[in-house]
């Protein structure tokens, strides 16, 4: 028995650099803190369905924006009238 008891010491005291020692004390708080979080996650997403758009809204938000992409696509940026081109 001193044998397995002298195995379990050695273990106990082989220095680790990324070992990480916690109080109960810090361990409630993190508990706290990821349950905090948690929560504020859950009140994003509740927030967020409340709030989506309905299918018509997105709809017409859609369609004004196709609307504008054909505009620019078919009026490009420095095509208008200039002074290097004088109109007739």
Known sequence: ??????????????????????????????????????QKEAAAAAHKAAHEDSDEESDAKVDKQRAWDDWKDENPSGWG???LRPTA
């Open 81 to 83: 009238n200039s002074k």
């Open 1 to 38: 028995m001193a044998f397995h008891e002298f195995c379990l010491q050695s273990l106990l005291y082989i220095p680790y650099a990324d070992k990480v020692t916690f109080c109960m004390l810090q361990g409630m708080i993190e508990l706290q803190k990821m349950q905090e979080a948690q």
